[in-house]
Each structure stands twice: as C-alpha cells, then as structure tokens.
C-alpha cells in the first residue's frame, strides 16, 4: 500500500528546510522570534532582559526533555511568550502541529487574535511556513504549509480529539474550571511518543489538592529545579529565599516600603545588599538548580517565586506580605503564597498548645483594668443553658489587645449588671471606661450537637429586644464560609412567641473560622502586629478552654475547626471570637474610626442626679463592678 504524503512541498518550502542548520531555541528567539505585546512590542525576544527565559528554554532543548513544567506567577515572568518561542522553535527547527490549551473559548479566540496570530504574521521566518493561498489565520487556529496551530480550551476535548499534534501547551491551566481538562490535552501527542514534547505553565492557584499543575509537577517530574541566583559581590550561588529578603527595623506600612523602595535581598553569605539592581545582576549571573539533580530526565519542573524577575521590585513582594499579614485571612495568605513565592496554600494544621496561649501572659498586667493604651471595650456572650460566659476585651487601634476580664454569670439579672459594668483605667482616677460593645449568641445552626433547640435562641433574641441597648447585638456563627468575617441582617422573632414581641431583631453574623484563625494564627503570637495579651490572673480554665479546638483539614483539603475531644468545653473561646468580631474592621462603624478613647467621667457617687446622665439604661445606677476598687 502506497500512502501519498499529507502535504506536498513546493520547491521554496523544500529549500526553506533543508537550509537549516539546526538553532538552539535561544537563539531562535533572539534571532527571530517577534514579541507582539508589551514595551518590546516589535523586537525580538531579549535574553537579556529574560534571563530565566533562557534557562527555561535551555531545559526545553535537553535532548531527552519530553515535558517541561514551570510554575510561576503571572505577568512578571513572561512565561506564555516563552512557551509560544519554545513552540514555534520547534516548528521552525522541524515542521509540524502545535496545540494550545487555554482556559475557555473566549480566552483561547482572543489569545489567536493578539498573540499567536501576531507572532506568525511579524516572525518572519514563522510567516514562510504559512500558505499563501488560503487563510493562514482563522479563529483559534493557524494553517502552515505543514500542519496548523491549534487552539484548544477545557470543554474542546470533542472538537479536538482528531487532531494529532506533537507539541502541545497547557497556559494557565490552574485557571480551568474542568480540573482534568489539562491530562486531557497533554494526551493529544502520546501518539508522537518518543518525540512529542509538552509545556505547561501556569500561577499556581489555591492549595495543594486544587492546583493541578502543582500536582502534576509532583507526580510526574523527574526533577524539579529553582534558580539559584549568583551574588554580584562574592559569587555564592544561592536560591533566593523570602526570609532574606528585608525591610528596616519597624518599617510595616506597604505604602511607606513602596514609596522608598526599602526592602533589599541580603546574600546569605556575606550579608551583601542586594537591591533590585543587584537582584537583576544576580539572577542574570544564575542557573537552574536541584538538589538532586538526575541527567538525562524527561520530565522536568520549574519554580520560580516572583522576586526573580526584573518587572517584580523586592518592595512590592514586602509590601504584599505586610498586607496579607495585617488581612490576617487565610484568602489573603493564600494570594500571597500563590502569587509570589509560587506555590500551593499549605492548609496550616495547629494544635494550639497551652504554651502559646501562655506566652501572651503579661505577668504585670493585674486583671479587670483597661490598659491606658486601650481605646474601647468589647464584650463576647456565650450563652448556654443555665449561664452565660463573658469575655471582656481592651482594644488599641492598632488591634493590639488585652484581657480585662472573663467569667460566667449564673442568671439574667447578673448578666444585665455585667452589661453596665465599668473599668478602671491605669494611671487615671478620672476616668473609667464602659463596654462600648456587647455581644450575645443566639446558638442554634453553629453547633448541631448542642439540643438546645429553638427556644433557646428566641429566648435570647427576646433578650437583645428587651433590653433595647443599642450596643448590645445578637450574633450567630455561620454554618458555612462566608465571603466576609461579619454580615448584617434581620431577622424575625419566631411566630410562637406573643405577638407584641414580633418584630426584627438584628442579627450579626460571623466567620468564626476566619476569626478563630486570626486570633491563633495572627494575634496569639508574641511577635504580631496585633498581639491579643491576656492578664496576669487568667486561670487554668480559660488556658483550657482557649485550647479546646485545634485546626484540621476536611477530607476536600479545606481547613476546618474542631473540637480535640468531643464535648469539651470551648465557651470562653468562642467569647473571645465575638469580642474580637465587635472590634473586626467589617463591623461598622469601625473602632479604628473611634475619635477617641470611650472613657466614662467619674463623679462623686453622691451627685446621683448627674450620674444618671451617662446611661440611658434602667440599670443605670447598679452599674459598679464589684471588682472596681478604683476611686478612695
Ligand atoms: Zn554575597
């Protein structure tokens, strides 16, 4: 059986090929290869400016290399361009089909239209492979005298199955709905087997178990390589690590590190400043690097974090972190960590020992005073069946905080006087300080396990409408994540309950695994921005309650709060995570906008009738702490 060639060669075509020597993809780039987007529109790709680019396409060119991955963010590293320059190397070295994978149909017909399109159209050699009697460039596909470019995207599969490429690009294949669309399009050139080559890049994006290029990177590279950049001053070669890279002393506030570009890279061998400048030199001088290293390997894997490359100032990277530091929110530590060290959000699992809890212990800090640092006070209520559980709270503006107070009240009526209560402040006789927020649980959806029932939580949304204190608010845990730590709604009085009693209660409700994590993961450490102290009196029951929970991870790879056993007492826990909600910047208005400290003027308890000026309340009167000793 005599088969005819797909394609016949026109005697051009034939010269074209067998005049070329084989070129390294380099110095293909650099040669030919137009770049049609960006401050170098028009030129030729730069090496120079693209030092990982030429790392990258080195690791393409290894005779044995069948695919290549390289995790890296977005924009700075250039990496769909030099994807496109490892492609058309191949095509130009040795004719054939290509195929890009590209998040949807939309993506895929725009990216033929301004990029790929381009390229062939501005490469000069990449525009002698196109036939000049039909449409070379149509939507989502490019003819060549040999073959084509094809665009696929995740939901093609169908269209695509027929054709047999032997180059095939996955481009931000983290960003695809269909997580196995990828394994799909990389099953396009098994056919080509020992000369099919594969090249996959994209952000990582999310954890572990959600970004699919990480994953595959894991199982199926050989090697994965990091760069290790060359020290301008004493030549140690060094893979860039986040620690070294610094700011001075106190300096936190990212517009402040932006406006002086005051973060540098500190060689961890002779100390050396590197800048940006230096950064550049040093990456520039690098190589690929592992630690071990296999030769001859197939399948290779790169990871490049974002202060690499010369479009991402070491400022910018520190001026994200204290950003995602303060946010305190796992969603925020999550872009951080996919965006510029590159990879996968470790789902954090932590056992809250009792030695962190007790490391916030100020040993000088006596119990039940307001420190002079303090600008309000809030209060959490954890209702449960026969008493309630309280945990007062001082708060700086700049979110440090601490301890003033904890306990559980055995009935309504000491509730109501814990409401009032009022606290010294230190150093000051004139003034006290009342709780400017309260809040109060209605239970119900945040813990099946409790049977309380509904009665319980109409009980206390009747309580929050009796009382009629308009700092006093009821709050429920969400039962499932919610876009935002604090949301506002109404909500109505069950249709039991006696008809003068049916109106709207106002009802807050919380993240508290976004606020648990900030005060485990944020502020219960010595060092935070934000410590939250606890006083010198604090007993052994709130250390054990505070370390009821630990954070695990669900079998989805989410993280989850948990008790450690089950039943164990978490009350005063759950106080402090609705203390800390009062004083969340999303419950507004914000107490960092509070124009001062809310401090209370303290009269000569004789002079009743101007007392009786500073609350509203019936209760206005009962109002003294017991523990206040304060005025002699
Ligand atoms: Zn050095």
Redesign the pocket.
Known sequence: MFNPPPFQLHDGERQVLESRPWISTAEFAEKHFKLVTGRHKGQTYRLDQSPIGRMVMDLWDRPMIRTVFWAGPSQVTRKTTTAYACMAAEMFRDPCSCAVGMPDEKTCNRIFDEKIGPHFKQTKVLRDLLPTDKQAIQKGLVLTNFGAVYGMYAGSDASASSISPKVVLVDEEDAYLDKMSPERMVERNTSWEDEAKTFRSSKVRGNERQSSIWRAMKEQAQVIYEVQAV?P??N?PQVMDFKNIKVPGKMRDPKEILKQSAAWYE?E??K?RWNDHYRNIAVSRGHLYAENDIENITSAGLVTPSWLFSGMSLSKVMADWFIALEAGTPARLEWFDNSHPSKPFKVITLKTPADQIKAMILHDRPARVVPAEAVALTMGIDSQKVSYFFVVRAWAKSGESWLVDYGELGNRSALEIQLEAVYPVAGRDDVVMPIWRKSIDIGGTRDPSRDEGWSRSEEVKLLVMELDDDSFFAIKGASRKQDTVVRRSETGVHRDVPKEYQENVTLYTLDTHDLKDLIFMVRMQPDSLQPMWLHSEVGDDYLRQMTSEERDMDKNGNPVWKPKSKGRANHLLDCEVYAAALAHPEWTPALQLLPEPTYRRVVEPLSSSESAGFSRSPLAGRNINPNYGGRR
């Open positions: 020290c001053n004493c140690h060689c061998a002779c050396f």
